[in-house]
């Protein structure tokens, strides 16, 4: 014969200890969700601060390599346009992202950098941590070294980044070997190039340390010697002229 189901004798008591454990379960959850905000914002704020903070040794070199590839990559692009009978002064890096380089001379796609039927470059942004959130820029620079006289037939098409000196450093260790220098001209830094080399005249990138041609590289815009207070820029030419 079954037993009959004895009731509880302190049912008060019995739904009283489910509800603790119930409410127990819910500040668990509760907490873990807590956790797991706190870690998401710490990793948000660590992420907004990259742009300011040091770079490891390795992540620094391995920025500057991808800063250096990128420019070599620009370099072929924009041969790739002039070989195909394209002048340079309707040579055009208008993007989708940047709106200072529409460059009223190019009317065909051919002429675009950034176009699959033109360079057929992609846009990229630069790594992050190596300035404050600048972009690459398009200008136009004679570089060259301070023996060599202003001379409008020599101004280059260059590719410019604002960079800290702990790029600059690792940027100058991948190609001039040197420690980052100062410009002994007044170089090229904000003018966009829109097919017009005129208005670079007296826009210089030169040194006095040596009288080769440094086709890339990076320098200290400011009085000797060089610290991280003073703007650096990693420089690429990829249209030579003279």
């Not at 797991?36 to 770079?55: H, K, V």
């Not at 600059?168 to 017009?196: F, H, M, Q, R």
Request: net charge negative.
């Amino acid at each position: 014969m079954a037993m009959p189901h004895k009731k509880p004798i302190y049912p008060h008591i019995e739904q009283s200890t489910r509800f603790r454990s119930e409410n127990g379960n819910v500040f668990f959850i509760i907490l873990i969700g807590i956790v797991m905000f706190a870690a998401l914002m710490y990793t948000f704020s660590r992420s907004t601060r990259q742009g300011t903070e040091s770079l490891g040794n390795r992540e620094a070199e391995l920025a500057a390599s991808e800063i250096l590839a990128y420019a070599q990559k620009i370099e072929r692009g924009v041969q790739r346009v002039l070989s195909r009978q394209i002048s340079e002064v309707d040579l055009s890096f208008a993007n989708d992202f940047d709106g200072d380089y529409v460059n009223p001379n190019c009317s065909v796609n051919q002429c675009l950098v950034f176009h699959p039927e033109g360079g057929a470059v992609a846009w990229q942004t630069p790594p992050e941590g190596v300035n404050s959130g600048e972009n690459y820029e398009f200008v136009a620079n004679q570089v060259a070294n301070a023996l060599e006289p202003a001379d409008l037939t020599a101004i280059d098409l260059v590719i410019l980044l604002p960079v800290n000196l702990q790029i600059c450093a690792a940027l100058n260790a991948l190609t001039t070997k040197i420690d980052a220098w100062e410009s002994d001209g007044t170089p090229n830094v904000a003018n966009e190039y829109l097919g017009n080399f005129a208005g670079a005249v007296g826009s210089r990138i030169a040194w006095s340390v040596a009288p080769d041609t440094r086709w890339t590289g990076c320098f200290c815009e400011g009085s000797a010697p060089c610290d991280a207070g003073d703007p650096h820029y990693f420089y690429h030419v990829i249209h030579r002229r003279g």
